[in-house]
């Protein structure tokens, strides 16, 4: 059974038209297939999905990123990579199997591939969590990438993850101290490292595992530090200005590498990754031998110097905050009032000063008054 997004009503429509011409037993029995009907309808279908995924606001394209079929971190190791080997266990406490990580080969190149997994059915989600990692699973990930700085293999890391788990567990085991950590560790390597953000790229739990030197990211995936309903809440106090939120944050593809916060975007087909998968597959294969030829090519001292430098530069040539929130009038009109106050005070001065002297005389006489 598919699953349909609330814009989607037009898509669903049309492949419920195409499935019942395909079946010859349908509600009004025995019947030919009309090829001619089935094209014409699958042509319409084409040029809606086109229409709506090139004109999704930043809130539509979150629904895509969180979509329940969109291809997952296991999907793309199986299908990737070769002779995947996983390594479980931090060493501390535990494994965590919101997280995938092991040795894997790409294109006859050992390499070392972490992944956040939310699963693909109800039980596999609430085995994986949710794709919310715990202080073991991103332990699990810094053993990992020392490992590979070892042995001077590149590391592969896909991101899909609404956030670290913020259990009360996750809280007494050091989850802000293993995502500081595993950052620390993600900027000293020695080694390439390559971030994917396949679907959602969630708070601190994403940054952990994406201070890379490459960070390649889905057309329909986002990256924020926060949820847009987390974000409409604090701010607007309502959580349901999740557009307004996602949209000041700017947490698009689009968004991000105009901002220069990733390096490349990779293109989905018409209607998402889930709606086509062999396509997504090639693209996202294309991008990491691109990207990791790009990398092998230097020396130690340069890749750890390329990946300083790209996070030192974010925000250096372009403002982040240009007028973000000026469609909000909670701040704007309130700071507005407070300076047309202070200049119309400024104005009457004199005024100003005789209604404070005379208002403070009145205020001694009456209490001569009272003290008699």
């Known amino acids: 059974m598919k699953n349909y997004l609330n814009f989607e009503n037009d898509v669903k429509n049309i492949e419920a038209e195409i499935d019942r011409l395909k079946d010859p037993y349908n509600n009004e029995g025995i019947s030919t297939v009309d090829t001619n009907k089935i094209n014409k309808l699958q042509t319409d279908l084409d040029k809606r999905l086109k229409e709506i995924y090139s004109n999704l606001d930043p809130w539509q394209t979150t629904l895509v990123a969180r979509h329940e079929d969109r291809p997952?971190?296991?999907?793309?190791?199986?299908?990737?990579?070769?002779?995947?080997?996983?390594?479980?266990?931090?060493?501390?406490?535990?494994?965590?199997?919101?997280?995938i990580a092991g040795l894997a080969i790409f294109e006859g190149r050992s390499v070392i591939v972490i992944g956040q997994e939310k699963g693909d059915d109800l039980n596999s989600r609430i085995e994986r969590n949710f794709g919310m990692m715990r202080p073991e699973g991103y332990r699990k990930s810094i053993r990992l990438m020392k490992i590979?700085?070892?042995?001077?293999?590149?590391?592969?890391?896909?991101?899909?993850?609404?956030g670290a788990y913020p259990g009360v567990g996750a809280e007494e085991r050091g989850q802000a101290e293993a995502i500081a950590k595993s950052i620390e560790c993600s900027l000293s390597l020695g080694v390439p490292t390559i971030s994917i953000i396949i679907g959602e790229g969630g708070s601190g739990g994403a940054i952990a595992l994406a201070s890379s030197n490459k960070i390649l990211m889905f057309e329909n995936a986002i990256y924020s530090v926060i949820s847009p309903e987390g974000c409409a809440s604090?701010?607007?106090?309502?959580?349901?200005?999740?557009?307004e939120a996602a949209t000041a944050m700017k947490l698009t593809s689009k968004d991000l590498l105009e901002l220069k916060i990733i390096d490349e975007i990779i293109p989905e087909p018409s209607g998402g990754a889930h709606r086509d998968r062999d396509q997504i597959l090639r693209e996202l294969k294309k991008s990491i031998a691109r990207n990791l030829g790009e990398l092998t090519t230097m020396s130690r001292q340069d890749i750890i110097d390329h990946r300083k430098n790209k996070f030192l530069n974010i925000g250096r040539n372009k403002n982040l905050s240009n007028n973000l929130l000026s469609s909000d009038n909670l701040f704007s009109d309130r700071v507005s009032n407070i300076f047309n106050v202070r200049n119309k005070i400024g104005k009457k001065k004199t005024y100003t000063f005789l209604l404070i002297t005379i208002f403070s005389i009145l205020i001694l006489f009456m209490l001569q008054l009272f003290l008699r």
């Not at 971190?73 to 997280?99: A, M, T, W």
């Not at 590979?148 to 609404?162: C, H, S």
């Not at 604090?234 to 557009?243: N, V, Y």
């Open 72 to 99: 997952k971190s296991k999907f793309f190791i199986d299908n990737i990579f070769s002779n995947f080997f996983p390594l479980s266990g931090d060493r501390l406490f535990g494994e965590d199997k919101s997280s």
């Open 148 to 162: 590979a700085d070892k042995f001077g293999l590149p590391v592969v890391i896909f991101i899909d993850t609404p």
């Open 234 to 243: 604090i701010l607007w106090r309502d959580p349901k200005k999740t557009l």
